[in-house]
């Protein structure tokens, strides 16, 4: 095939279920092989021999989305390191957690990011796994997956061959008109990558906030603004979230898509796949930008303790030795006073010693506290 022909593409938005893509593909193979055998190859009559285009098209859509997922797992598991890396790195930092987005209890900043890198687990490892949900083809089934026009020991051995050639785990539907008929797999595919979108939305939100707070600073990737000096804007992040949305609009089009399908064939299995590779290339990309963009991340802790000592939420970790009502108390007394730094207060209050000990990463930390 040419560099010509590898470049040429067709419209997703056709009708026919493929066809026009599947007859374009079945003259270029045609032409390269007349060109390279020296004889007179057709398109029809030798290319597409014993095929259809409602058993060729939604097999060669596996294919390609098998290799887009396996792809796509390991530039998410880059991502998930390059949080885990941020998760030590800010262990020892302790912090505000927000809820509502105000201050609640404490925790580290290490613990957020943590929080950040088993997202991120989870979606390596649901795309991984996905990737079973298009193994089971319906090539041989022809038109209806009847196998009409195929001989039959064709239909046992070509999903063998297209094993063989791929290297994937491809194996024959057994019950091909089902396969040839519903595109539900495509669905559930699509599902995964929309929750590894709406993960990406979530984190990279929560990133802007804590560079909002100056929690954290984001390395600066450009001119934040045509007329204010020295800003920085979260540009990375926002990029992100926006291949975020759109994943999850493709999802909407997939979905679409699939239940748009009548009787023995989808006919909307064009722009189906053009969404979904399209998806997988986009959270491919999403991935490997936000990875590189976390390794510039920095915490700032001086602002993360400042923040941590002025609130007045860190009490909530004295709890369990100095019970509500006094912790209380030191709230409406601190109220009272002019003072900003209510760990300093604490100290006068309930001794140095035990303030940094209850304060410590590690008590924060510890999963509850022992009697």
Known sequence: ITKQD?????????????????????EVLAHSASTRCGKSVHPIEDVNLHQSTNDVYPTAVKVAAIYGLRALAEQV??????????????AHIPT??????????????????????????RDRWRTF??????????LGGTAVGTGLTAPRNYIFLVTDKLREVTGLGLS??????????????????????????????????????LH??????????????????GK???????SVMQIGIKVQANDFIITECASRGSLQINEFMPLLASALLESMELLGVAAEMLARHAEGIEADEAACARRFNASVEIVTAFLPVIGYDRATELVHAFK?????DFRAYLETELGEERVNKTLSPQNLMALGYRR
């Open 212 to 229: 909002m707070t100056g929690e954290i600073r984001l390395p600066a990737v450009q001119a934040g603004s045509s007329i204010m000096p």
């Open 6 to 26: 590898a470049s040429s593409t067709l419209s997703a938005l056709q009708g026919g279920a493929g066809t026009s893509t599947n007859m374009f593909m079945n």
């Open 96 to 121: 505000i957690g927000r809820t509502e987005l105000v201050e609640a209890v404490p925790l580290t900043l290490g613990a957020i990011f943590g929080a950040f890198a088993e997202a991120f687990a």
């Open 77 to 90: 598991e880059g991502l998930q390191g390059a949080f885990q890396r941020l998760e030590k790195q800010f």
């Open 172 to 209: 024959r539907a057994e019950n091909l008109v089902d396969q040839t008929a519903n595109a539900d797999a495509f669905v559930e595919v699509s599902g995964i990558m929309k929750a590894c979108a709406a993960n990406l939305l979530k984190i990279c939100g929560d990133l802007r906030l």
């Open 232 to 238: 920085v804007n979260p540009v990375i992040l926002e």
């Open 129 to 138: 796994k996905c990737e079973e949900r298009l193994r089971v083809v319906n």
């Open 336 to 340: 009272q006073t002019n003072r900003t």
